[in-house]
């Protein structure tokens, strides 16, 4: 689709003037050096003092001049006809009546804007004719199978049911402009830039897009000259496409931009009643995603991405909050809810999906305004539709930059917190303070390294269990969690003193370790409390 870039306009004046057929004439221009990228639809030659009546608009008029009035009035007369009926250009030979242009001819084409070109040299106008006219069909049929080129490139997206980002990416690419998705409130849904940055693309999004009003049909239009299309949804107008001009030195719209423009919007109706998952939740994934995964070119491009979709990027607090929902579940029905509930709670916020099963939400908060309770809310609304769902909460952080680190944290206290596993009794959600020396072992559970030390550790104590039926791990158990006290180890596994005393001395010998010191015992405890994790795992 790459080599599909638009390239919709017919040869201009200056075009023309350049080929060699005409060069050859040593053309001058003598009015009109500014019109002078004028599209040339064909080339009349007229020996006609009306030739307007045979015109349609767009030609580059040859004459030799023998028709002209000799009266100022018909001069002005003639020049009127042509210009109203929409002429591109007046090229006159200075080779049989006249050698220099008439003044009353240069005054009226110069009050009227038409371009006044002369020759000094004879040219051939049929030859003239013959090589434009080649050049204008050839234009036309190479506009024709680009379009066809497009039709068919819409067309395969549609079959193959892609969805909206990829059908805009393919817009941008063919048109080569930057092509933005919005819906009716102006917030800018899926941009792909080309030739530009996010932040070019979508600075000030809202105010920007506002001057910019909607039409019902394709076109250009506003301060910046946005190309616009309008896209519907069951007969119902949801949003628009806005095509981007080009940089100051850039060609302008054409024919194929506008067909490259409206059969975005036929697709994504398409892609609508395909994909029944909501636009405006597909881009909060999007932004979300590439905030916590860092996939964004700049801060500058993911302040302006999260700003076009109504995310406050200055002057707030965000705060990364992770809900892993467990394997199957749908977090449709708990997007638009959380959605309902932050709307109401007056939070702006990004929620979407950011892994199979795992929802995450970042909300914006004043600094004035305590992210506790907003954390319980939305919680509670979690575990409302998806009872077993684990709730992490990252740190808060003042710049949306620094949300990636919030979202690593709120992932590491998912990572530690094993099913089933009870929150603090003063929340329903889980932070980095509550991950103890058994939770970070469960985050670690399937580290090869952690496996290898417990087997190490205490590998020779369990091989003697198997083989003797005896109860020498659940013994250092007891002494390990009753901190050394043999006593207390004793009485909490039902033991005479003595038998634990003998106990403690086999496992010292299995195990080559001194249990009365405080290093081993804890190596012992942390190997123990390993194994423990990774049965129960």
Known sequence: MQGATVNPHPPSVADVLALPVLAAGQPQ????????????????????????????????????????????????????????????????????????????LVQACHARGLPLVTLARDVNFLEVTQVVHALILGSQADAMRRTQRIHEAFTALTLRGAGPEDVVRAAAEMSGRTVVLENLVHQALICEPSGSTVEEALGDWEQRSRATEPGDHTGAGGPEGWLTAPVSYQGERWGRLAMLQAPADGPAFGPEHITVLERTAMALTVARLIHSTPWEHTAHRTALRELAEQRHHSPEDARARCAALGLPTEGSRYLAILADLGPGAEGGELEARLHSELRSAGVPALVGELAPGRLGILP???????????????????????????????????????????????????????????????????ELPDIDLRRLLYALREDTRVQDYTERRLGR??????????????????YLDAAGNKTTAARRGGLARETMYQRLRTIERLLESDLESGERRTELHVALTALRVLREG
């Open 364 to 430: 914006a908060l004043r600094p004035d305004r305590p992210w506790r309770p907003v954390a319980e809310r939305l919680c509670r609304t979690v575990l409302g539709l998806v009872p077993g769902a684990i709730v992490g909460v990252g740190s808060e952080v003042a710049d949306l930059a620094d949300t990636a680190r919030s979202f690593r944290e709120a992932a590491r206290v998912i990572e530690a917190t094993p099913p089933g596993q009870v929150p603090p009794p003063d929340r329903s959600f889980h």
């Open 29 to 104: 221009v003598v009015t009109g050096l500014a019109e002078l990228d004028r599209p040339v639809r064909w080339v009349h030659i007229t020996e006609l003092t009306d030739p307007a009546s045979f015109l349609k608009g767009g030609e580059l008029v040859l004459t030799t001049g023998m028709p002209l009035p000799d009266d100022a009035a018909g001069v002005r007369r003639y020049v009127d006809e042509l210009t109203e009926v929409g002429a591109a250009a007046l090229v006159i030979e200075l080779v049989r009546r006249y050698h220099r242009p008439p003044d009353a």
């Open 461 to 478: 104590l369990i091989d003697h269990d198997t083989r003797h039926g005896t109860e020498l791990l659940t013994t250092l158990g007891h």
